[in-house]
């Protein structure tokens, strides 16, 4: 029993482990990595009740090589450099980010939580016209005045909405899904700051699309290079699991912050929130530069969607 439950364990470890090019499924297999310290724990279990000191041993590094994943040592590192780059006066945004799965998700529980919660930002992915018009008459655009919209059928639409200023800038070139880029200007008596924001929705790693997958998450890859206060917020169909999605945390000169991650909240999921019968999964993000702080950070169902709501406070360095 203790080599059977070790077995799954040993492969997907290997996987996870050798940063490679791999196929779909292996890619899809490895988005479940965290769930690994179950099935090696309980084959150091029985390696222990049958008193074999050999596979007890095997066992033992397995569950330890999990808990290395689970809470890697470097991400403590990427919030303390973040607290130190943002040190002196910010200005905050409380910042939600939505899948809105073809537009289904409740508008009316969207509003809900943007007005409960004071968000000032909102990114949505998968927004189509019937729900930017559910949002319209919830009474989004009285909370959240400012937007960028660009809907459409399915899963390619998007938008931001905001209390601050949003200026499009342009997009992350050859995206599967549009991501536009916008700069948003947050201002208040004496402060200003800069903000420059990128509503993610990668190609997922699926049959065909996965060269479509890796080469969207290079691309941000390249976007957060950019100078200033980079966020990057939504859908990236990748964990931290996978080495693509570690790759551009890695950035370009400056490691990037997976705000979740530094708030300890590597086992909340964010997908699927729906009927499947899965276990649940951490894909969708927020990213920003190490000059941007975060705090509060919280996931929140929303019926009709698959994808959970997330929410966090962002402290963005201001200039007098």
């Known amino acids: ?28 297999l490895v ?14 279990l029985f390696a222990v009740l049958g008193r074999r000191r050999w596979m007890a041993g095997a066992a033992a590094g397995l569950v330890a090589v999990q808990l290395f994943w689970l809470v890697p040592l470097d991400y403590g590192q990427a919030e303390e450099d973040a607290a130190e780059g943002a040190a002196g006066d910010t200005l905050e945004l ?20 943007v007005r409960e919660n004071g968000i000032t930002l909102l990114t949505i992915q998968e927004y189509t016209k019937a729900l930017e018009d559910r949002l319209d008459a919830a009474g989004l655009a009285g909370l959240l005045p400012n937007r960028i919209s ?30 536009p880029t916008i700069r948003l200007t947050a201002e208040s008596p004496g402060k200003r700051a800069v903000i420059e924001l ?6 997922a790693p699926v049959g065909v699309g996965l ?25 990236f169909n990748a964990s931290y699991d996978h080495a693509e999605f570690r790759q551009l945390l890695q950035g370009e000169g400056r490691k990037l912050v997976d705000v979740g991650m530094a708030q300890g909240s590597r086992l ?35 019926p009709g969607t698959d994808h959970a709501a997330i929410m966090v406070t962002l402290s963005v360095p201001a200039a007098g």
Do not use: C
């Open 1 to 28: 029993m203790a080599g059977l439950a070790a077995a799954p364990v040993v492969v997907v470890s290997v996987f996870r482990a050798v940063p490679r090019e791999w196929p779909t499924t292996v890619v899809q």
């Open 150 to 179: 660009a809907p459409a059928d399915r899963a390619a639409g998007n938008a931001v909405y905001s209390v601050h200023g949003l200026e499009r800038t342009g997009k992350v070139p050859d995206s599967h899904f549009q991501m």
């Open 31 to 44: 988005s479940f990595t965290p769930w690994l310290v179950l099935p090696a724990s309980v084959s150091l």
């Open 268 to 302: 909340i999921p964010t997908w699927p929130m729906g009927d499947f019968f899965l276990p649940g999964i951490t894909i969708d993000h927020i990213v920003t530069s190490p000059s941007v702080r975060s705090a509060d950070y919280a996931v929140h169902r929303v």
């Open 211 to 235: 060269p479509k997958w890796r080469s969207d998450l290079a691309a941000l890859g390249r976007v957060v290079s950019r100078p200033g206060n980079v966020v990057l917020a939504g859908d």
């Open 198 to 203: 990128t509503n993610v929705h990668t190609r």
């Open 94 to 113: 409380r910042t939600m980010s939505l899948n809105a799965k073809l537009g289904k998700a409740d508008a009316e529980e969207i509003v809900r939580l």
